[in-house]
Structure formats: structure tokens, C-alpha cells
């Protein structure tokens, strides 16, 4: 089986660094993946790690350690609009048929 | 390009009622997937389907039902609603490639309420 688990919340204030850390289980690995989630919105895909280290899009970042069954998000230059829950999620094969999800983190940005 | 559609937004059942929630995605994807989400709980694959006239089971498959007949739609069906039942529901599809990650597209979801 898959199990990943995440922070419930996360509080951090606006212009400011985040860390949303994942840390999973995984019966096989095909790396990890994010999602964010306004409220009443759908999930949109954010960044994927395949191989160790970091990948950079804009203000997002996402890291992964394969050794440690660990990553993390990073949220730069924080801003109101960033306010919205993150889930990391884990192929169940190379083909990507099913995600597992973790329970998500909900990020609250304050002024 | 609409993207993944759900059809309808919100629906109010009362126990035993049946019905079908629709969706259907425009970007000529391989796989599709019914997910429920209840609060704290993050997102649980119920059925999903790897090819037109192909369906599989997923982590929470009781009490629903689905059907791909036509490769842009996929259909969920609630036989006998229970309150348990209660959440939102959302329609996912992705294209199938075996190089690259495969990033889940998500439609607006439905928000169901069991009385």
C-alpha cells in the first residue's frame, strides 16, 4: 500500500518562506507529486520530482529525497493568493494510472 | 477547449434515491478517475478507467458504479444513496505516457448532499 502524510496546517506570513514537507510509503516508487487547492476550487498539478534534489518552477520549488521517503514544497515570496491547501501525491506505476493522495495541508497567509 | 466538465454542480438526494453524475473531458486523455473528497481526508480514488470500455476499482468502490463507454465521458453512479455518501466529487483525466509524469486534470467538481 501507499501512505503519505503531510502537516494538517500551515501558517506563514505574506513575502515570507514557506516549507510544506510530505514524507510517504510506498510499496514502489515513481515519484512524488504536488497539487494545490484553492477553497471550492478544483486541484491543479503544481511540480513533479522524479530523481533526487531540487526542481524550481517561478516562486514554487519541490524536493525530493528518495533515501529519506521524504520532499517538500517551498513557497517563495509569499502572497495572499497562495492561501489554499497542497497535497503531495505518488504514482502506483511508472504509467501514472492512480495517484495517492495525503490528506493535503492547508496554508493560511497573513499579512 | 473546455477541458473536464461536471455535470450537475450541486444535488440534494434523500436516502435510497439514485443517481448519475456525468463527466467529460475535451483533450483526448487515455485514463479517467472519480475521486471523493471529505473534509480532512484529502482526495480517495473511487473507480477509475484506463481506456474506453475499461473500468477498475479504487480505494473507496462501495456503493458505486461507473461506466466508460465512450472514451471523452465517464459516469458514476450512486445505486441506493447513504448519508455516508455526502461529499464533493470530483472527475480527473490524464493522458497516458510512459516517459513522462502524467499531471491529473481536474473538473469543478459536484458537491452532493445524502438527506
Known amino acids: 500500500g501507499q501512505s503519505l502524510e503531510q502537516p494538517s496546517e500551515v501558517t506563514a506570513v505574506e513575502g515570507a518562506i514557506v516549507q510544506i514537507n510530505c514524507t510517504y510509503q510506498?510499496?514502489?516508487?515513481?515519484?512524488l507529486s504536488w497539487y494545490q487547492q484553492h477553497d471550492g476550487g478544483a486541484p491543479t498539478f503544481l511540480s513533479y520530482?522524479?530523481?533526487?534534489g531540487l526542481e524550481e518552477t517561478g516562486r514554487f520549488s519541490s524536493f525530493l529525497s528518495r533515501s529519506d521517503s521524504y520532499g517538500y514544497l517551498l513557497l517563495q515570496e509569499l502572497q495572499m493568493k497562495d492561501s489554499a491547501s497542497y497535497f503531495c501525491?505518488?504514482?502506483?506505476?511508472?504509467?501514472?494510472?492512480?495517484?495517492?493522495f495525503g490528506t493535503g495541508t492547508r496554508l493560511t497567509i497573513i499579512p | 477547449n473546455a477541458g473536464v466538465t461536471q455535470t450537475p454542480k450541486f444535488r440534494v438526494l434523500k436516502t435510497g434515491q439514485s443517481m448519475t453524475l456525468l463527466c467529460a473531458q475535451d483533450?483526448?486523455?487515455?485514463?479517467m478517475y472519480w475521486y471523493r473528497q471529505d473534509p480532512g481526508m484529502g482526495l480517495r480514488l473511487i473507480h477509475y478507467?484506463?481506456?474506453?470500455?475499461?473500468?477498475a476499482k479504487g480505494e473507496v468502490p462501495d456503493g458505486y458504479n461507473v461506466s466508460r463507454l465512450k472514451k471523452q465521458n465517464f459516469l458514476l453512479g450512486l445505486e441506493s444513496a447513504a448519508p455516508s455518501q455526502t461529499s464533493v466529487y470530483f472527475c480527473?483525466?490524464?493522458?497516458?505516457?510512459?516517459?513522462?509524469?502524467?499531471?491529473?486534470?481536474f473538473g469543478p467538481g459536484t458537491r452532493l448532499t445524502v438527506l
Open positions: 483533450m483526448n486523455h487515455e485514463y
Open positions: 480527473a483525466s490524464s493522458a497516458r505516457r510512459w516517459t513522462t509524469y502524467n499531471e491529473q486534470f
Open positions: 520530482n522524479a530523481l533526487d
Open positions: 510506498t510499496s514502489g516508487f515513481y515519484g
Open positions: 478507467s484506463v481506456g474506453e470500455g475499461t473500468t
Open positions: 501525491a505518488v504514482p502506483s506505476n511508472f504509467g501514472n494510472e492512480k495517484l495517492t
